[in-house]
């Protein structure tokens, strides 16, 4: 999907049990990629810290970005855009996540609260803090005060 060169070579993190269909689905978009595997099932801990160590090997530089695989992209080249922008804010020694703008109030989600700005063009905000699943209530009164949906994914760069 990503052959656009902003890319490196992915490593991709997956359970024991699915490393075949990964290895299979590489192949059929025809691309390389690492595998890492977890060390339990749900546990992706340990290895997105082997992913983050094998994708440092490329130079002191590289920005790791580490992405759910439950998402859907439907704008690739905006998707790519906001990549962008977080990779050179994670260059700038911020750990940056995605945030996703809430179409309506979940339970299901955590959220972030936003502050002042990283960037000169205020896309990049500074986090004031991370709020796991919230009540109703509690999920409105975020939707309300502009919060975000905490994406769960991640750039950063070594310090």
């Known amino acids: 999907m990503l052959d656009d060169g902003v890319f490196e070579t992915p490593v991709v ?4 049990e ?3 269909l990964v290895a299979e689905q590489l192949a059929e978009i025809g691309r390389d990629a690492r595998i890492v595997l977890e060390p339990v099932r749900r546990d992706s ?3 997105v810290a082997v992913a983050a160590e094998i994708a440092a090997e490329a130079g002191p530089e590289t920005v790791v970005a580490v992405l759910a695989a439950d998402h859907v992209v439907q704008d690739k080249a905006g998707f790519v855009a906001l990549c962008k922008q977080a990779a050179e804010a994670a260059a700038l020694g911020y750990v940056v996540t995605l945030g996703v ?3 309506a109030p979940a339970t299901g989600y955590g959220y ?3 502050s002042k700005p990283v960037t000169r063009d205020g896309a ?3 986090v004031a803090g991370f709020v796991e699943k919230p009540d109703a209530a509690t999920a409105e009164k975020y ?3 502009d919060y975000l949906w905490n994406s769960g994914n991640f750039f ?3 310090t």
Do not use: Q
């Open 112 to 114: 972030i609260k936003t």
């Open 45 to 47: 801990g340990p290895a």
């Open 18 to 20: 699915y490393r075949f």
């Open 13 to 16: 993190i997956s359970n024991h």
């Open 124 to 126: 990049v905000l500074k």
């Open 143 to 145: 939707i309300a005060e």
């Open 156 to 158: 950063s760069a070594p």
């Open 101 to 103: 703008k809430p179409t």
